[in-house]
């Protein structure tokens, strides 16, 4: 099992800054790849951003260039988000996943509003 927790959501106006962190623990050597993934009102869960414990990055393109992930083997995973725009608005969720995906892990999600 794999607890995670995250933390730094929160109203933040368009163009500004957030960052996300994920503590991790339990059996953290399931975790293949840690990221963030965010839903929307309306619309389903999709990927933002994962990195593999040999620190391989995978971006969504709609936040390549403004969003950077970083980790510490599974333990601790942030996403520093610049230039926020109202549709970057959802519930972040960040996520341990082991090698295959044969078993997947979930916060319990953090909000965040982009608005003036």
């Known amino acids: 099992q794999v607890q995670l927790v995250e933390s730094g959501g929160g109203l933040v106006q368009p163009g500004g800054s957030l960052t996300l962190s994920c503590a991790a623990s339990?059996?953290?050597?399931?975790?293949?790849?840690t990221g963030w993934y965010r839903q929307a009102p309306g619309k389903q869960r999709e990927l933002v951003a994962t990195i593999t414990r040999a620190g391989i990055t995978n971006y969504a393109s709609s936040v390549r260039g403004r969003f950077t992930i970083s980790g510490d083997n599974a333990k601790n995973t942030s996403l520093q988000m610049d230039n926020l725009n109202p549709e970057d608005t959802a519930v972040y969720f960040c996520?341990?996943?082991?090698?295959?995906?044969?078993?997947?892990?979930w916060g319990q999600g953090s909000q965040v509003t982009v608005s003036s």
């Open positions: 996520n341990c996943a082991s090698y295959g995906n044969t078993y997947s892990y």
């Open positions: 339990g059996s953290l050597f399931i975790c293949y790849t």
